[in-house]
């Protein structure tokens, strides 16, 4: 009995030693491999649950010396990158197998399903910005009642993306009881919560997750089947064929393909915009010269009434440096992430100078802040009576100034840069230029302690946006 004791203890001893001698053998076939591809980088934990919130990567990027920041043009030149098996799979309920979860055969598929969908000729069509920015502007009363101005514009960017892509509003502004639109929101909520819990995510109650999840695709499933249908008894083009849906239908039959791309562009089409529109209207709040000057060019360009084309749009530069400002300041995604999906090298940021290469195994997740970056004040000329201090709000900047490559990148760069940039900054330029037209000064409402931001997957106000918008008439 007691040898029988000592035997199990010897073989758990052994399998222990096993184990040890497996894992040093390991880190040292890594550290070998890392040498050889080039040296260390710096490393950022992310094993503690909740770390992942909007302070916490802001203290890891400041906290970093300058040899120790990689140059974010590096981050594109990895032999071959992306988000990673782990995205896929903490995104995969979500998102499925669209265009933001995946890699390589599959992520090209992707892009090339959707690219055409995002030509020019597609966002020059404005009907749909017109229809929900009327009523958009039903919910402003002109008379400077106090408003939540951010709130609208969730609402608003959720109504123009599905009449968009399905053809059919889901009219979260004129109805407040919108199940999909608070379905919606239950996902984006948990899902955030599920990637800050890090290893702890299998802990976070999923019941109203799911149930979010099927209230959507109860909503999007009949589209699809009548797109496809249509599709099949070749009346596409009597029955309406024109909208994103029927177009994406036509190069695939899978229904779980294009459901997932529908979300995957809903994800990107509602948050990103309504984030913009916010931040801009935030600080437009603040600088009433600046609005003031906005207007006199918009006024100038087309009037008060007229709605503006794609061309008018392009040929409003102060209405481009207002939109470029705000994307400086606030990035859609303050920190991004990618992953080389093989060991390959950044040819700079290691060393205490930070110009040697570094050494970048298969599935290493490599972070960067768009925020940091773009707020950088070594990346700028020195603030003067002609260029404003970095973290201040001057459209006037991009007058005379232009920022290098990689310098500014709001919406990514490289392979993967969003396909959407176009659309969004026409709906964003669009939606300005009809409240601008019909306002002539906003009154901020928002004090000390309301311009906090959160990243719940994309940058937002923590506090909403309140404003007060006063017509030409209420004078």
Known sequence: MISDYFTAKSAFALFAAALVIYYLARRLQEHRSIQQLGGYAPHAGGWLPFNRDLEFWEWVFASCKPGEVVDTAEIRLAATQGKGQNFSRDWQEFLGHGIFATDGEEWAKSRQLLRPQFVKTRVRDLDIFEKHVQQLLLLLDGQGKEVDISELFYGFTLDAATEYLLGRSVDSLGNADSQFAQAFGDVLRTQNIRLRAGPLQHLVPLRNFRKGLRVMDSFIEPFIRDALGELDDKCSKSTGGSTWLHSVAEFTRDRQVIRDQIVNILLAGRDTTAGTLSFLFKELSSHPKVYSKLRQEILEEIGTQKAPTYEDLKTMPYLQHCINE??????????????????????????????????????????????????????YPAASASFAPVMEFSPERWEKWTPRPWQYIPFNGGPRICIGQQFALTEIGYTVVRIVQRFDRLEKYWGVGDDKVRSEIVLSPAHGVKIGLFSAQSK
């Open 326 to 379: 705000t994307l400086r300041i606030y990035p859609v995604l303050p920190f991004n992430m990618r992953v080389p999906l093989k060991n390959t090298t950044l040819p700079r940021g290691g060393g205490p100078d930070g110009l040697s290469p570094i050494g970048v195994m298969k599935e290493t997740v490599v972070g960067w802040s768009t925020m940091s970056l773009q707020r950088n004040p070594a990346r």
